[in-house]
T-cell receptor
Framework: NAGVTQTPKFQVLKTGQSMTLQCAQDMNHEYMSWYRQDPGMGLRLIHYSVGAGITDQGEVPNGYNVSRSTTEDFPLRLLSAAPSQTSVYFC????????????????FGNGTRLTVT | TQLLEQSPQFLSIQEGENLTVYCNSSSVFSSLQWYRQEPGEGPVLLVTVVTGGEVKKLKRLTFQFGDARKDSSLHITAAQPGDTGLYLCAGYTGTASKLTFGTGTRLQVTL
């Protein structure tokens, strides 16, 4: 009954360091996405994937890379961390992409709180 | 550019009061969802509305989708401390794969 699992829960990086935020789901969902949440800004879409091997950019993709080699996993890579990337990052998945996704709820992980100093 | 603006940003009320949260946009949405988020957790879906003018009720929560599908409201009757949390609206526009979230309304209900 795991749902969407994100690791780590907390991370502190120095400017310029790189790291990967992990996201795994066990619901066989086609669609996966990454959001960042900042105070007063709601959730902003970074990257998303409609299936294995397919990724696309969201609203704020700069400084982040993703890949989707399996249905289950969707890691988010920070190439060279900057203080502006200090945020809470959420991974979410839903049943399917396409016209049906509008009625499919997004299932969220519990987030990774990242601080870049 | 934030497509979805929510108001108010913050709301602090006493148990038993009624409240309404608004979600507005200049864009037309094919469907709109409302989520609630508690501290340290991810958002959890409350409801999805898809038809202009649609009204859905979830116990003391009433959700309405505007006739033109550009806005929505969430009304809570007789608020309880358990309603405390961050309420987020989110809508699908154009490309069905991108869900855009609103700015959020933080609600606190005290005894």
């Amino acid at each position: 009954n795991a749902g969407v699992t994100q690791t780590p829960k907390f991370q502190v990086l120095k400017t310029g360091q790189s790291m990967t935020l992990q996201c795994a789901q066990d619901m066989n969902h086609e669609y996966m996405s990454w959001y960042r949440q900042d105070p007063g800004m709601g959730l902003r879409l970074i990257h998303y994937s409609v299936g294995a091997g397919i990724t696309d950019q969201g609203e704020v993709p700069n400084g982040y890379n993703v890949s989707r080699s399996t249905t289950e996993d969707f890691p988010l890579r920070l190439l060279s961390a900057a203080p502006s990337q200090t945020s809470v990052y959420f991974c979410a998945s839903s049943y399917r992409s396409g016209t049906g996704v509008g009625r499919s709820p997004l299932h969220f992980g519990n987030g990774t709180r990242l601080t870049v100093t | 550019t934030q497509l979805l603006e929510q108001s108010p940003q913050f709301l602090s009320i006493q148990e038993g009061e009624n409240l309404t949260v608004y979600c507005n946009s200049s864009s037309v949405f094919s469907s709109l969802q409302w989520y609630r988020q508690e501290p340290g957790e991810g958002p959890v879906l409350l409801v999805t509305v898809v038809t202009g003018g649609e009204v859905k009720k979830l116990k003391r929560l009433t959700f309405q989708f505007g006739d033109a599908r550009k806005d929505s409201s969430l009304h809570i009757t007789a608020a309880q401390p358990g309603d405390t949390g961050l309420y987020l609206c989110a809508g699908y526009t154009g490309t069905a794969s991108k869900l855009t979230f609103g700015t959020g309304t933080r609600l606190q209900v005290t005894l």
